[in-house]
Nanobody
Framework: QVQLEETGGGLVPAGGSLTLSCAAS????????MAWFRQAPGQEREIVTY????????YYVDSVKGRFTISRVNGKNTVYLQMTRLSPEDTAVYYC???????????????????WGQGTQVTVSS
């Protein structure tokens, strides 16, 4: 059974930094593209960033470009999200997602990912 476990959420002041981690376990296949989504209260889940199965291709939503960095360690089936210069608008539950396709390039769409973590809360105080 595939499980994704996110860690690293918390409360941080505006301008601060936080790093999220997501470890995938129970895989019987090579890990595909991985992504971070977020969902603020009353809003739909939105893409933040994704990284392809090789780790060479990344995508960032405009609002986080230059502030967030996604990376992965394939040998550990782990993906990281380094977040800097955080603002209150970044407050949300952050979800890690994994594609079931081993050689996937990634996608900004929720439906492209079969496996999801339980989410971790990130709160940025003003």
């Amino acid at each position: 059974q595939v499980q994704l476990e996110e860690t690293g959420g918390g409360l941080v002041p505006a301008g601060g930094s936080l790093t999220l981690s997501c470890a995938a376990s129970g895989l019987t296949f090579n890990a595909g593209a991985m992504a971070w989504f977020r969902q603020a209260p009353g809003q739909e889940r939105e893409i933040v960033t994704y990284i392809d199965s090789t780790g060479r291709k990344t995508y960032y939503v405009d609002s986080v470009k230059g502030r967030f960095t996604i990376s992965r360690v394939n040998g550990k089936n782990t993906v990281y999200l380094q977040m800097t210069r955080l603002s209150p608008e970044d407050t949300a539950v952050y979800y890690c997602a994994l594609s079931q396709y081993a050689n996937s390039e990634g996608s900004p769409f929720v439906t492209a990912y079969r496996f999801w973590g339980q989410g971790t809360q990130v709160t940025v105080s003003s």
